[in-house]
């Protein structure tokens, strides 16, 4: 993937920010996490920091089987997903219980968080053919911000699962994200969020 | 030691009817030789919504979003998956501080005097311990009450815990 066609990291994320449903879960993790906490919050998001490694997936899992008829949206990157890519069989697994989950990848090739040391994909793995090996009907991939910005509401609306392969830029010399407080009172504040 | 039936010590139909009595929604497994034979049982109640995944280390996980989401999961595992899952474990249970129950089979624990040296019997419980588990074991049948027992006292207590099923040959 040539740098040339990388979107903007924190603007790709931001589509997913205004094109989001009012109702919606929106799961963060690592530098879509830190990226995340620059703009306004939302009751149902999950910064999921503190978290571990590369179960964003999974616990959106969850989530969308506990919550069907709510969208629960993962912020994902290439090298959590690398971690975890049983997870996809899993969720597909999971039938029409997980049909409002969607996956998005932001894969920027690196381990950016760490200080951008380059994952073992760095860059060549297709996550597209990946997520339809797993047997995803609904896959998208993306390298332009504007088509992006374009498809992001009709990405995020359909029933799947949903899968889309969001190719940014690394961004580098900026710390990964910091816990925004006690992870056992986010997770408090989230539940009673989802019940009201 | 009481001798236990094979494929473990307590029915796939009991388990069922444990997990119905207990208000758990649904089970996040990866199955090994004794727990794997519950599923069907469990199926045919129909209380209880089995989840499948690749790799122990997700059950926590799927299990925590559950959990958010309003449901009462449980995760199912062996002990091997426990040593895989630890960073999921750790992050579920003491960063969130979310108290999820686990049962889990104890590979080899029937097997102690005809086929020793299985590392299973070493780090199972030491393991547990690190993670700051609250487990109960269990050797024979007429125990099973102890995962209803554990599993009702830990919720009151909101916090975590899990039962440790004693496997192998009968």
């Known amino acids: 993937m040539s740098k040339a066609h990388r979107m903007p990291a924190k603007e790709a994320l931001a589509a997913v920010h205004a094109a989001r449903g009012a109702r919606d879960v929106v799961i963060t993790t690592m530098a879509t996490s830190r990226d995340w906490m620059t703009m306004p919050q939302h009751a149902l998001d999950v910064v999921f920091v503190p978290s571990a490694m590369g179960h964003a997936t999974s616990l959106g899992l969850g989530l969308a089987l506990a919550q069907p008829d709510r969208r629960i949206i993962v912020c994902n990157g290439d090298g959590s997903m690398l971690m975890n890519l049983g997870s996809l069989v899993s969720i597909v697994g999971a039938g029409a219980a997980a049909a409002r989950l969607v996956v998005l990848v932001f894969d920027n090739g690196v381990y950016e968080v760490t200080g951008a040391q380059p994952t073992p994909s760095s860059g060549n793995t297709d996550f597209a053919a990946i997520a339809r090996g797993a047997g995803f009907d609904r896959v998208f991939e993306f390298d332009d911000l504007d088509t992006w910005r374009r498809h992001a509401g009709d990405v995020l609306a359909g029933d799947g699962p949903t899968f889309a392969w969001l190719k940014v830029a690394p961004v580098l010399g900026i710390p990964g994200p910091r816990s925004p407080g006690p992870a056992a009172e986010r997770a408090r504040r989230f539940a009673d969020a989802l019940r009201s | ?170």
Not at chain 2, 31 to 47: H, K, L, Y
Not at chain 2, 146 to 169: F, L, M, S, T
């Open chain 2, 1 to 170: 030691m009481t001798e236990l039936p094979v494929n473990g010590p307590i029915s796939g139909e009991r388990i069922a009817e444990l997990l119905d009595e207990l208000g758990v929604t649904h089970v996040v497994t990866v199955p090994d030789s004794t727990i794997g034979i519950w599923q069907p049982a469990i199926e045919a109640r129909g209380s209880t919504q089995i989840v499948r995944v690749c790799r122990e280390g997700e059950t926590w996980q799927v299990a925590a979003g559950l959990y958010l989401g309003g449901a009462r999961p449980m995760v199912m595992i062996q002990c091997t998956g426990l040593f895989e899952s630890g960073d999921a474990l750790r992050n579920v249970l003491h960063d969130w501080k979310l108290p999820i129950f686990a049962v889990i089979g104890y590979r080899s624990y029937l097997n102690q005097d005809t086929l020793p040296g299985d590392t299973c019997l070493v780090f199972t419980e030491p393991v547990l311990d690190a993670w700051k588990v609250d487990y109960k074991l269990i050797t024979k049948p007429e125990e099973e009450r102890v995962i209803a027992d554990h599993y009702a006292a830990c919720q009151a207590a909101k916090k975590p815990g899990a039962v440790v099923i004693a496997e192998g040959k009968a």
